[in-house]
Nanobody
Framework: QVQLVESGGGLVQAGGSLKLSCAAS????????MGWFRQSPGKEREFVAS??????STSYADSVKGRFTITSDNRKGYLQMTNLKPEDTAVYYC????????????WGQGTQVTVSS
């Protein structure tokens, strides 16, 4: 089992920045990949970014490329968000895949990000 706790969400003006954190505990040695997802009211959850836990290989949704940066370090994952836009408003979730899973199996509880115009 892996437990995830997100933090760092909040209210920010358009053009501002926020850094989300995701603390992992439990069987962290089994983690192969970490991802960030988000869900806005009335919309389906969408992929934001992902990274391999032990390398610098990353992937981003087109809507956040050049503005968001995903990193991981010592059982923690981060999502640095810059030049935020109102359409970035959502609940952000971190999730991890393990070496035995083809899907993001473990999820955090989410943290709210609100960007005002």
């Amino acid at each position: 089992q892996v437990q995830l706790v997100e933090s760092g969400g909040g209210l920010v003006q358009a053009g501002g920045s926020l850094k989300l954190s995701c603390a992992a505990s439990g069987r962290t040695s089994s983690i192969s990949r970490m991802g960030w997802f988000r869900q806005s009211p009335g919309k389906e959850r969408e992929f934001v970014a992902s990274t391999y836990w032990s390398s610098s290989s990353t992937s981003y949704a087109d809507s956040v490329k050049g503005r968001f940066t995903i990193t991981s370090d010592n059982r923690k994952g981060y999502l640095q968000m810059t030049n935020l836009k109102p359409e970035d408003t959502a609940v952000y979730y971190c999730a991890v895949r393990t070496v035995t899973s083809a899907i993001f199996h473990y999820w955090g509880q989410g943290t709210q990000v609100t960007v005002s115009s």
